[in-house]
């Protein structure tokens, strides 16, 4: 079996740095951290110095992420041996038992680290991911919720809470259930857990409103994040995603302004042009809607087709392999006629 | 109900989406190049997301394009695949049955297929797959009596060694295909791999190799 250094013909400097740039990018590349890991640590352990305590923890963390638990093992004695009775160490420790699936060892782990020092997040946050782990999202979110009132701008907790509010109670949103409606006479069926099967009206939707409520959840982690992070187009790009299947006109005209300001941030965001495409489009198909709005809202669609269309022709050049994705594209936007 | 026969091609990519992505809860469209009636043949599949899979506009989208490609092709969506990522719990989630609802309003036997992770090991002896069919309105498992894999053995061979060669990286999903629109989320090149590798010849060389 070929060495890294031999395959991609690299020094063990080129390999340290690189690792280096996978820390630094939070990268979870962790098959790859693996393979350059364990040769540096394994052939040029003397060369790194103080770096390697660091490349023990990074490679360690790689490899539950792969299943080696030999490899974590040896990372995790190396780190037990220079550092005793960190609390880092210890978080990895509580770790290399979640990956072995002992939530309870790890939780205890966690706890005790809790118990020195109230203020670790790294701690709570494991907590929190076993939670995960475990299928137990409502959980999950409660205890995200609580730490979030305290480390109110902890941007990676607002963005794992979004995802677990959108995770929570998919239904897809108001337009599928509208959709729904149709398919069986003006009445909504209700696809929740809680209600697969049975017929609920729309007036009497109960669970319906919880689970619009979930987006708007989710829509809210968006906005704290989007304030904290004016120029990240994803979020943009998200929220506007989030408003889209919610429905309804006014979520529809938001979701249109923030796939908008996504492509202003990011002109090559490709959801964030077919987002304005469809928003635009669905509110210029709208009734509810003046002649006016539907006028700007068919030049706003307009503008996005010819946008795609124009991304599609200069990828398309030179490849032969994704003319089957243009042509679908072109007929896709074809076939929706603005009249 | 009706018979179900799930062609290699559609069962590997599915599976080796599913491997792309560990983390993720993953999601596709099963495919057939038959006409209706009759048994359902799932010759092909086309891995749609990889990220947010109850949100609307990108599910949509990819609805659509693989509607018109397969009008193109002469080819009919007929079911719909997940996995989830929290492998104990292969349950429909509510969007999967939304989506197969869908699904079935253009298509009667329909099938929704989800990929038991659990079960997902490189020398498991059955598929790692749970079928539902429609029955009335709701989702039901199917009997297991009634969904056919030929050459289970070969299938699950060639699924690993795509995986051990590290070609699975090849394959496109939706999401990745947004990601970088020159990529083909139609999978020509895999397509192409995964037809060499089901050709005779290849397939007696492991035979001999499994059974040694």
Redesign the interface.
């Known amino acids: 079996m070929a060495s890294v250094s031999e395959m991609y013909d690299v020094t063990w400097e080129e390999m340290r740095d690189k690792l280096r740039k996978w820390r630094e990018d939070n990268h979870r590349n962790s098959e790859q951290i693996v393979d350059v890991g364990e040769e540096l640590i394994n052939e040029h352990a003397s060369k790194l110095g103080d770096d390697i305590w660091i490349i023990y923890e990074q490679v360690m963390i790689a490899a539950l992420d792969c299943s080696r638990d030999d490899l974590a093992w040896t990372c995790l004695q190396e780190l037990k041996r220079q550092f005793p009775g960190s609390q880092r160490v210890k978080r990895l420790a509580g770790m290399r038992l979640e990956a072995l699936e002992k939530y309870e060892d790890a939780s205890k782990q966690y706890d005790s680290i809790l118990q020195d020092d109230p203020t670790n997040t790294a701690a709570r946050k494991r907590k929190i991911s076993i939670l995960k ?1 475990q ?1 137990k999202s409502a959980e999950a979110i409660r205890e995200l919720n609580e730490y979030l009132e305290q480390f109110v701008g902890d941007q990676e907790a607002w963005h794992e809470l979004s995802e677990l509010y ?2 929570e ?5 108001d ?2 259930v509208r ?2 409606a149709v ?1 069986h006479g003006g009445v909504c ?1 209700c ?3 809680q209600h ?2 049975s017929v609920v009206t729309l007036a009497g939707g109960q669970c319906l409103q919880e689970c619009l409520a979930r987006y708007g959840k989710a829509a809210f982690c968006l906005e704290e994040l989007m304030m904290t992070n004016p120029h990240n187009h994803l979020y943009c790009e ?1 929220y ?3 408003k ?2 919610q ?1 309804g006109l006014e979520n529809l005209e938001l ?1 249109r302004k923030y796939f908008a300001q996504a492509l202003k941030l990011n002109n090559r965001n ?2 964030a042009l ?2 304005l495409y ?2 635009a489009s669905h509110i210029a198909a709208s009734p509810k809607v003046n002649a006016t709005v539907k006028k700007a809202n068919v030049k706003y669609a307009t503008w996005a087709t010819n946008q795609i269309n124009r ?2 022709q200069l ?1 398309g050049r030179g ?1 032969k ?2 003319k ?2 243009v ?3 072109e ?2 936007l074809e ?1 929706i006629t603005m009249s | 109900m009706g018979e179900v026969e799930l062609s290699c091609l559609a069962y590997v990519k599915m599976y080796l989406h599913g491997c792309l992505f560990p983390r993720c ?1 993953v999601n596709g469209l099963l495919l057939s190049s038959s006409p209706a009636g009759g048994a359902v043949c799932v010759t092909d599949c086309v891995p749609l997301l990889h990220s ?10 990819g609805l ?3 509607d ?2 397969c ?3 002469q080819q009919r969506i007929v079911g719909y695949y997940q996995a989830n990522a ?1 492998v ?2 292969n349950s429909p ?3 999967a ?3 197969a ?2 699904i079935a ?1 253009q298509c009667n036997n329909a099938v929704l297929l989800m990929i038991d992770g659990g079960k997902m090991s490189p020398d498991y002896r059955v598929p790692p797959i749970v079928m539902y069919e429609r029955k009335d ?2 989702w039901t498992l199917k009997d297991k009596h009634t969904i056919m894999l030929r050459q289970w053995e070969e299938t699950r061979e060639i699924a690993n060694q795509l995986l051990d060669s590290g070609d699975h990286s090849l394959l496109v999903d939706f999401d990745s ?3 970088d ?6 999978n ?2 895999l397509n192409a791999k995964i037809a060499e590798l089901a050709s005779p010849a290849n397939v007696c060389t492991w035979m001999s190799r499994v059974e040694k």
């Not at chain 1, 109670?169 to 949103?173: A, E, F, V």
């Not at chain 2, 629109?181 to 139609?186: Q, V």
Request: glycine share 6%.
């Open positions: 782990a299928g959108i995770n109670h998919d239904c897809l949103g337009l599928g959709e729904a398919f069926v696809v929740c857990k697969t099967g998200q506007a995603e989030v889209y299947t429905g979701s490709m959801r077919f987002g469809m928003s991304a599609y990828a490849t392999e994704n089957c994705s042509k679908a594209v007929e896709m076939s | 809860s947010h899979l109850p949100l609307a506009p990108i599910t949509q989208l659509t394009q693989v018109v490609w009008a193109q092709t929290c104990s719990d989630t509510p969007c049955l939304k989506i609802d869908k309003e309105t709701r295909h947004l990601d629109i020159t990529r083909d989320w139609t020509q090149k």
